[in-house]
C-alpha cells in the first residue's frame, strides 16, 4: 500500500465518516477547549488531517488564519460543503500532505494533529515535516491514538481489515515512543493530558513547541 492507496480508503470512506458519531463527545470538548486556550487571535494555524472539517468549522474563528488540510480530496469536498453552508473568513480548506507543505515558504504559528499521527507511513519524517512548517517557537498541539496503549486484539484485526479494504494503514506504538519522536524531530514537550471522559485514556493530548 501507499500514500495512494490511503486516499482512496478516506475517499471511499468519506460519506460514512461524515456521518459518524464522536464517540466521547465530553473529551472532544475539553480538546477544543483546551486548544482554545492555546491559541491566540493573531495566530496563523494548519490543521493537518482535517477530515471533514469539523474542528476546523469550530476552532477557525478564534485566529486570524487557519488552513486545513487532509490527504483525501472526497474528505475536503465535504468539508467545503460544510463551509459554504456555515462560512468562517479565517478558514480555508485545502488537500495536502504535511510533506508537501513543507517545501513552501508559508510558516505557521501553531500546527495541529488530531487523530492523524497514527495514520501517517513515515511518523518521523512527518515530524520533521511539521518542524518545518512552524516559525520559532510555534506550537504543535496533537491528540494521537497510540494503538500500542490499547487492546491487543485491535493490534491483532488491524492487519486483516485492512487486507479486506475495511481498515486504513494504521502506525501501532505506545505514548512513549511517541513522546520519544515528537522530541527527536526538534520538539519541546511542554504538556501532556488525558481528555477522555471515561475508561483508559490512550490517546494523549500533547503540546510542543518548536525549540
Known sequence: MTTASDARFWDRSSRNYA???????????????????????????????????????????????????????????????????????????????????????????????FSYLHLVRDLGGTLRSIHALLAPGGLFISKTPCLGNMNPFIRLALPVMRAIGKAPYVSIFRARELSELIAAAGFEILNTEGHASRGKDSRPFIVARRN
Open 19 to 113: 456521518k459518524s458519531r464522536i464517540s466521547d463527545q465530553a473529551g472532544y470538548e475539553r480538546t477544543l477547549e483546551r486548544t482554545r486556550a492555546l491559541l491566540k487571535p493573531d495566530d496563523r494555524v494548519l490543521e493537518l488531517g482535517c477530515g471533514t472539517g469539523t474542528t476546523a468549522l469550530r476552532l477557525a474563528s478564534e485566529v486570524e488564519s487557519y488552513l486545513a488540510t487532509d490527504l483525501s480530496t472526497a474528505m475536503i469536498a465535504i468539508a467545503n460543503e460544510k463551509h459554504a453552508a456555515d462560512a468562517v473568513p479565517a478558514l480555508a480548506f485545502r488537500a495536502e500532505t504535511a510533506e508537501a507543505l513543507a517545501s513552501e515558504a508559508a510558516k505557521f504559528d501553531a500546527v495541529l494533529g
